[in-house]
């Protein structure tokens, strides 16, 4: 399906392009958009694939991914029936989604990648989508947000008076489209047309990522000893005091003289706003400390952790330059569509319609931009802000879309090209039904809660 979308994004550019007389803007853009792949998008992602690569090394050989996805094994085991609920996809997949749900970006993108790479070692068709990819990729472009901290960024930069008013709206939006999301991938899975069509051009079941050596063993590391409990529990000690820092300064600084039954005045009794105090709080602490807790629990596990991190920190160049070339066409071929005013041509055609049923048109281009190109969105989001007002509800509808959704077409290039595959099956009709459904959910969302 990949090859006809892609195939007709591009013929259809050209024309539109050709008969509108952009093709000079055009031809600019897609160079222009083929460097940026390569070295704004690629090589920057190579050190961060580096870091969350390495802490993932790290947490397997302390036994963390393991133990992770055990004690999620229930749900996860329904989500992914085809893969062993021992396996370390299970927790790949587990720190992805919750990357995702913390907002963490940066953080998400190598964990999925390190978790599809994991999901390519019991893939039987090496350059077929397996069933559990696919649903792994719904889970994905449809992540519950707890936090969908880049909205409220941009909402509050432009004077948005209440911008964490988009984050219920938003958990309700992103919680509906991942349920329908992972329900598409299951039926279309059994449709003729999405069944599986092995390769024969494929040779075995890791052909498509042969040099990427991901450890798969059941590992044992060393129990913690009496003094290691000890310091991890100091360690967590000071990173609950730096959580309740954030979230009530106040109190913390008045703490020392809060003695006796004076402790009932303090200002830390439980809130809406307090809940989203800790949201944020969470959501700015948790990256410092996986990248300290981790390393210091492998350590007192007896993992070598200079050693491991390198090791895992290693597969990150390899990985980056397997997607350059999906990257490349497929971002070129949405700069094409961009920069021949298909967007806007389709926004002026369907805005009665839109308005007969309720959809505010001025949310088309974004809705229609948001699967294909991140930056576009965020661009055309910027500018509905600055249009209509940060307090408006179109702009927080907008919001609510921008973090609801997910870029889907960068997310298909990114990780099947990561490994290798060519067929990917419903995966495209998953995402887009995924990033339809949180659309309407968020604008319904919007409209009965704000």
């Known amino acids: ?43 920057p992602l190579v050190g961060l694939m580096a870091i969350w690569l390495g802490i993932m090394r790290l947490a397997e050989r302390a036994g963390f991914v393991q133990l992770l996805a055990r004690a999620l094994r229930p749900v996860m085991r329904r989500l992914f029936p085809d893969v062993p609920a021992e396996h370390p996809a299970m927790g790949a997949m587990v720190m992805n989604m919750s990357a995702n749900m913390l907002g963490l970006g940066n953080a998400a993108t190598p964990l999925g990648l390190r978790a ?8 039987p068709h090496p350059t077929v989508a397996s069933n559990a990819m696919v649903t792994f990729l719904a889970v994905n472009t449809a992540s519950l947000q707890l936090i969908p901290t880049t909205a409220i960024s941009i ?25 329908c999301g992972v329900t598409a991938a299951r039926l279309l899975s059994r449709l003729r047309i999405f069944r599986v069509q092995p390769d024969p051009a494929a040779a075995g ?37 730096m959580l309740f820092a954030l979230v009530w300064p106040a109190s913390a600084d008045a703490l020392p003289a809060m003695l006796g039954a004076k402790w009932r005045h303090a200002v830390f009794w439980p809130d809406i706003g307090t809940g989203l105090r800790m949201l944020r ?44 070339p999906f990257l490349v066409a497929m971002l070129v071929a949405i700069r094409l569509l961009r920069d021949a005013g298909v967007v806007q041509a389709v926004t002026g055609m369907l ?16 809705a229609a931009m948001r699967p294909l190109s991140g930056s576009a969105s965020q661009g055309i989001f910027v500018d509905l802000v600055k249009t209509h007002g940060a307090d408006s509800m179109i702009a927080r509808m907008a919001a609510t879309i921008y973090g609801s959704t997910e870029t ?43």
Request: proline share 5%; glycine share 6%.
């Open 1 to 43: 399906m990949l090859n006809v979308i892609w195939l007709a994004i591009v013929l259809t550019a050209v024309l539109v392009g050709g008969f509108s007389g952009r093709l000079e803007q055009m031809t600019e853009g897609a160079f222009a958009t083929a460097a940026d792949a390569v070295m704004k998008i690629a090589l």
């Open 116 to 123: 599809m790479a994991l999901l390519q070692k019991l893939n």
């Open 155 to 179: 909402l509050a930069v432009q004077g948005g008076k209440s911008p964490s008013n988009i984050v219920i709206p938003a958990m309700l939006a992103t919680a509906i489209a991942m349920t």
């Open 205 to 241: 079941p890791t052909s498509a990522a042969p040099d990427v050596e991901i450890a798969v063993e059941k590992l044992e590391p060393r129990p913690f000893t009496a003094a290691g409990r000890w310091m991890l529990a100091i360690f967590l000690l000071a990173f609950v005091w």
């Open 281 to 324: 709080a969470l959501s700015m602490l948790a990256v410092p400390f996986l990248l300290a807790f981790i390393p210091l629990a492998a350590s007192l596990r007896g993992v070598k952790v200079y050693e491991q991190f390198c090791e895992g920190a290693k597969e990150a160049f390899g990985t980056a330059q397997r997607i350059i």
């Open 351 to 366: 805005r009665s319609p839109l308005e007969f049923i309720g959809f505010p048109p001025d949310l088309l281009s974004l």
């Open 408 to 450: 889907t077409f960068y997310v298909l290039a990114v990780y099947f090209g990561s490994i290798g595959i060519r067929q990917t099956r419903h995966a495209v009709a998953v995402g887009l039904t995924a990033d339809l459904i949180a659309t309407a959910a968020a604008i319904a969302a919007c409209r009965l809660l704000l």
